[in-house]
């Protein structure tokens, strides 16, 4: 018996033992058969009926493509005549594994807002099963209430979307149309654009569309709360690279930085104080990275790394304030000087 299968006789029965159906209305139901027209059910389609309703009320009964031990349908007798409806505790756990559940409802932490309000993404009746899955184990109750995941920053608000326009980009992914916007970049700069979607990423509290223009584009990312209007263009199929991986891109892109000037990449020297190095030690910079101890009368550690030059470097390295000192490349250093002279005037 296919998952499939179980999964469409499961979805004909009520919710109430009251409203419990016979094998064979169950039967003319799946077969499509039509009662009032005197259609009836053949004895091997009957047979077959109540074979799958076995295996569902008594488990997997040896079936490999079913759950174990659960049983989401049950049975009742009603004068000598059985009659069945399904068994929401057990469905919960026939439907979706402990991990999976506890898995889900993590997950949610980390699903931005706009996503999360969106009926295409909305994942509010797996929910509703996971919160029954993991309520059944008291063990995994605690690690449902008492494990939370929340992204870096210092608590800001996820940018605002305007709701029609996520709705029309998610369309247009569905049905791969291209898609007419306006944007208003970071300089409040308007232009109009028909572009095709390779992918959308949530990073930072904000959603980014990745658009190509042509096949031979390398995608452009576009803020989503900057978009001032959208619409999907039916009549223009959307252009999808070939081998485009969204994956791959965000790992060679370091998760949609922005990379300047034309170097690939720098060698990146830090003098980083004792008390500021378990930042480095803790997360690496890069795999590659090197610290060097202390040596002789300087207390300082050293650190070494290879890395591209992206638009969040220097105000990551600014971040950490005169714990860091940037000992070279000289084009990061004289920026950072650069950045702190202009810092300091207005304090001074």
């Known amino acids: 018996m296919k998952h499939s299968v179980a999964n469409r006789i499961i979805s004909l029965l009520p919710v109430k033992p009251e409203q419990a ?6 039967g003319q139901l799946y077969y499509g058969l039509d009662e009032g027209a005197d259609e009836s059910l053949s004895t091997a389609q009957i047979r077959t009926i109540q074979r799958y309703l076995l295996i569902l009320t008594k488990g997997q009964g040896g079936e490999p493509d079913l759950p174990a031990s659960v049983s989401p349908i049950e049975r009742v007798d009603d004068g000598g005549e059985y009659r069945y409806y399904k068994k929401l505790s057990d469905l919960a756990l026939w439907q979706m594994s402990s991990e999976t559940a506890l898995n889900l409802l993590l997950a949610q932490n980390l699903v931005s ?10 994942a509010s009746g797996m929910v509703d099963v996971a919160l029954e899955v993991t309520a059944a184990s008291p063990q995994l109750k605690r690690l449902r209430d008492r494990i939370r995941l929340v992204s870096d920053g210092f608590g800001r608000q996820p940018a605002t979307i305007r709701p029609e326009v996520l709705q029309q980009v998610l369309y247009g992914i569905k049905h791969q149309y291209q898609v007419v916007f306006s944007y208003k970049n970071s300089q409040d ?3 109009r654009r028909q572009a095709s979607i390779q992918g959308l990423v949530a990073k930072d509290g904000s959603l980014y569309m990745l658009c190509t223009e042509s096949f031979a584009d390398r995608p452009r990312h576009f803020a989503l709360h900057r978009v001032q209007e959208l619409n999907v263009n039916p009549k223009a199929p959307a252009l999808i690279q070939s081998g485009f991986d969204l994956d791959r891109y965000i790992a060679d892109t370091n998760q949609l930085s922005h990379q300047i000037g034309e170097q690939s990449r720098i060698e990146l020297e830090l003098r980083v104080a004792p008390e500021t190095i378990y930042h480095f030690k803790e997360r690496p910079l890069t795999a590659d990275q090197v610290i060097t101890e202390p040596q002789g009368d300087d207390p300082w550690f050293r650190v070494r790394a290879s890395l591209p030059v992206t638009m969040l470097l220097v105000p990551w390295l600014l971040g950490m304030g005169g714990w860091i000192e940037v000992v070279g490349p000289a084009s990061v250093r004289d920026e950072m000087k650069a950045r702190l002279s202009k810092a300091l005037a207005h304090y001074e």
Not at 21 to 26: E, G, N, S, Y
Request: aromatic share 6%; net charge positive.
């Open 21 to 26: 159906k016979t094998a064979r209305a169950i």
């Open 113 to 122: 807002t706009p996503l999360r309000q969106s009926a295409d993404l909305s």
């Open 189 to 191: 700069y308007e232009t």
